[in-house]
Structures are given as C-alpha cells and as structure tokens.
C-alpha cells in the first residue's frame, strides 16, 4: 500500500562515544522512509537546498523511494549538530540551522494524494494539517510531534489530534503535554482527544501502545553496542507503518506486530552512524531479528 | 522447597504524591518473604529492636513466614523515612536510624540451615557472606546490593559473586558498579564474575536476565496508579524466587517465567503503602494477572 512521509530531510552531524559522522544524511522523513522502504514502497514530501549531495538522493532512490515530493530551493539543506553521552538517551543540539526547512510549506504532488497511509513527522500542527488538507481519504494517519510544538503550538497539536488515527510521542513529550508522570494514564487523555492509538516511544526503555480496548507494552531489542541513536523514533515508526502499510489491516495483533517490526528496525539504525546500518540490511534481516525477539519475549 | 532470605527489617516512614504512611512495616527482607510466600514457605534471618509491634510479627506469621530467625535485641528498630516525587522512579532518604540493623550479625538457626534456597537481600558483602557459612549446601543463592557497598566494599562484593549463583541489581547500580551505561555490556561483565545469571531491574521500565545462553527483558507490568514504589524491587526478587523455590527446577523458561512472577509481584506490592495490598491478595490473584500479562505480550 502507499504510505506517504511528510517531514524533515537534513544533514547532521553528530557526535557520540563511539566516534563522530558530519553532514550525513538525516532528517525524521530520511529515517522514517528508508525504515518503511523495507516493507513497502514510500513517497516521501520534504524540501532540502541546492547543496544537497546527488548521492543522498540516489540512497534513497536505491530504496525506491519516490521523491518527486522532495523540493530543492535556493539556499542551503536543514542542518543539526548535536551530541549524546553516557546513557545517549537524549540528544544535546549543539547547533541548528533551519535553513530551507524554516519555510518549509509541505506540497503533495499530485499524484501522491492518493496515499492510503500517512506519516505525519515532527513538524508544526499547522503544517500536518495542511499536508492532511491535500490527500484524499486515507486509511491512516499517524503523526510525531515534539516538546517545541507541545509548548508553542498546543492548540493546534489538540485539533491535530482529532484529525488523526494514531500519533508516536517520546515518554518526556507524554509527560509534557498531559502534565501527569504516569505513562499509562498520560496515553489515556491522548486517547481522549481522537486518536485510535498512541504510541509512546521510550528509547532504550522500548515502547507502550495503547488504544482503547488494548495496553501492550515491549521492551527494546537489547543490543551490546548502540553507535548513534540518531533517528531511532523515526525509524521505529517507520518501520511501525512500513508494517501496517504493507499488511493492510489494522487489528490488535497486527498493531502489536507493527510495533514489534517497528522495534526491530529501530535496533538497526542505532548500530550505525546516519543510515549505515540500514545499508547492510535486507528484509530478511530484520525478520531474522524479529523471530530472535519473538523467541526470547517467549515465556 | 525452603527459601531463607536475610536482609533488613524495618519501621519506614513514606510520602508519596498519593499520601503518607507513617512508622509501617517495611525492609528488603520483610518485602521479599511476603512476596515469597505466595509461592513457598520462607524462613526470614533479621533483627529488630524492643519496639517492633508484635501487629507486625502476627502479619508476617499468618502467611507462615518462620520468625525462628528474627531476633529482638534491646534498643530500637532500623527506622527508614523517604519521599517519591515525580515519575517515582528513586526515593529521596530523608532520614535512617540504622538502629539495632547498625550491628546485624546474621545467625541462621539451626534449623534453617538445611534450607535449599537463599537470598541475601541488600546488606553488606561481609554479612552475606557469614549467612552462607552458616548454610549447608543450598541449591540458589542469589544476593542483591546497593550503591554503598559498590563504592565502599566493592571487593568484598567481588568476591561474594564467586560464591553465588545469581544477582538481583539495579540498572544505576549496575551501570556504578561496571563502569559502562549499556546494560547488555554491563550484565556480561557481572557474569563474568561468576553468577550463572543476573537481573538488572529497572523499575517501572522493567527488568532484564542475562545468563551464560540468554538475554530474556520484560516491561513491568502497566499500572495507572502507583501508590507506593517502597519494596517493589525485593517484592519481585521474593516473587522470582518463591516461583523458583516452587518450581524445584533452573532451566531457561523456568527462570523467564520466574521473572515474570517477579514482575506481577512487584506490580500489586506498589499499588499500596508498606504489605497493604499484598494483605488483599492471593495466589489466585497473581495468577489472574500473570495470565493478564501473558496475554498482553503475545503477539
């Protein structure tokens, strides 16, 4: 099925204890399409500037994923510079450069409106409404957000939420936007505001889903060596909706095997620097690792 | 099978953000034969002083818990005060009166020594160690520790996991006690120590075994209300072990499933302050919810 992604394309540079990458390719749309690509076939809607490498694109391309919603403007490609230490749950930015992605105004093109599955990266309410505004009837839509958008644009994150089937939010964004600490509850009054599930992502913690009839909560793939968290989230959720795209349907099992598939993705990305892990990998791999988890999750 | 657990027994004094209990029943070891004796009979080593309620000693006895072991000495009992906030996720001590615990000499009676299965909940690797010198050949020991003996009795420490088969220990603790913050790398250089397997705890995110052959995580089971975190973590060793002591047998999925009893053990002892849910509880309940879980992390 075809599932659309809308967010951000840039070139980061990052910092980790396990080395340094500068000007990779990066972005929540970037990590979002490439993780989804293994499942199912991704048009991506972002917009990058004039610098932004031939070889990024053919990376993405090789992924057959269709960017002929990925505009080039005049001037230079969105760029973060930031680092992780210790634990490496959280990032700290060092440097952002909004850059073209500053006036970023999402086009879907014309044939891209038919997409029957939608992934809303972290972006302004606004925006995800308008890139809502320009498809026809999809199957499903999933949206990000972040703490920027839970503190500045709440009004519009709250109307988004009525307008969505699902939204993927970081456990300190949950905690943030409700104001109660319990994870649990906090996923109850998201619930309340439309959404069909909510999905809270909580780093090397796993992640809880939770929709109306179900809790289901999974621990992350546990890995000896993380090199770079970078994208972790959108990989998770690319990998999520890869899944439901590719299968079609949306009962309680399928979500939970969405978020298991969105799990395993996850635990690729961070073993490598941008998408390099990513580039080793093929679907077979990511099934292998799933019947790994499968088994060691059985008791 | 009989389990003997040594560890602390203590009058605490809690407030969390859903109230305060002043002065009730609390201590590693107190936690862990509670939730030990839904599963199997448990024989507690401890010391209290003159002013431990005889109320407190009727409670532990009517789940024939044997007291044989849990001498009174003149003075007062280890007295432990301490607020959560927040998340929950660590106490803040406000005040310990170590009291009579100050100059615990762990005696096992007599008839404990025949005992099959040990715990040596938090206490200092010396005193671990004289309960195993007075023990005869137990089938599991498992001991937990905490941040004080890391730093000031790190050898001793060492060399009590030569002589164990299993550790129950915080992921902080785990993370002071090695050195690296990945829980993977940090287990694998416990075990190689010695234990045949380690449990890392990680609170309300759950919990991790890694033995020789396997690495098993679970989440903790999803609660919407979190009265009191005092104990949980000797209340899922006791529930781990009593399932163990129960079992009669060590292999992979007897251990996973051990882990889980820990888990849903440790789920209800929070729902109250000090054993006040645990009073409300049988092992048809725990049963219930394991049954729950198990559901819940099929997919």
């Known amino acids: 099925?075809?599932?659309?992604?809308?967010?951000?394309?840039?070139?980061?540079?990052?910092?980790?204890?396990?080395?340094?990458?500068?000007?990779?390719?990066?972005?929540?749309?970037?990590?979002f399409s490439y993780a989804a690509s293994f499942f199912t076939h991704v048009r991506l809607?972002?917009?990058?500037?004039?610098?932004?490498?031939?070889?990024?694109?053919?990376?993405?391309?090789?992924?057959?994923?269709?960017?002929?919603?990925?505009?080039v403007v005049p001037g230079k490609t969105f760029r973060w510079r930031g680092c992780y230490q210790g634990a490496?749950?959280?990032?700290?930015?060092l440097d952002v450069q909004l850059n073209c992605f500053g006036c970023f105004e999402p086009k879907v093109p014309e044939k891209f409106r038919d997409s029957r599955y939608i992934f809303l990266a972290n972006c302004s309410p606004k925006l995800q409404m308008q890139v809502l505004s320009q498809v026809e009837k999809p199957e499903l839509v999933v949206c990000d957000t972040m703490n920027f958008y839970i503190a500045n644009e709440r009004d519009g994150l709250?109307?988004?939420?009525?307008?969505?089937?699902?939204?993927?939010?970081?456990?300190?964004?949950?905690?943030?936007?409700?104001?109660?600490?319990n994870l649990v509850r906090a996923g109850r009054e998201i619930l309340a505001m439309g959404p069909k599930f909510v999905v809270i992502k909580k780093g090397e913690h796993g992640s809880m889903?939770?929709?109306?009839?179900?809790?289901?909560?999974?621990?992350?793939?546990?890995?000896?060596?993380?090199v770079d968290p970078t994208g972790a989230g959108d990989s998770f959720a690319g990998g999520m909706m890869g899944y439901?795209?590719?299968?079609?349907?949306?009962d309680s099992m399928t979500l939970k095997r969405a978020l298991v598939h969105g799990t395993i993705v996850a635990s690729f990305n961070?073993?490598?620097?941008?998408?390099?892990?990513?580039q080793c990998i093929q679907l077979a791999d990511i099934d292998n690792r799933v019947d790994q988890f499968s088994e060691m999750m059985r008791f």
């Open 209 to 226: 889903l939770m929709s109306k009839h179900d809790v289901f909560c999974l621990p992350a793939f546990p890995l000896e060596t993380v």
């Open 158 to 181: 709250v109307e988004l939420l009525g307008m969505v089937d699902g939204i993927v939010i970081n456990d300190a964004e949950a905690v943030q936007f409700i104001g109660i600490h």
């Open 270 to 278: 961070v073993e490598g620097f941008s998408l390099s892990k990513f």
């Open 1 to 31: 099925m075809s599932l659309l992604a809308v967010g951000s394309v840039a070139l980061d540079s990052v910092q980790t204890p396990s080395g340094t990458a500068d000007d990779v390719l990066g972005g929540s749309a970037t990590y």
């Open 88 to 93: 490496m749950n959280s990032a700290e930015t």
């Open 244 to 250: 439901l795209a590719r299968a079609g349907k949306m």
């Open 45 to 71: 809607v972002g917009v990058v500037g004039e610098d932004f490498p031939d070889g990024h694109r053919t990376l993405l391309q090789a992924r057959n994923i269709d960017l002929a919603g990925l505009e």
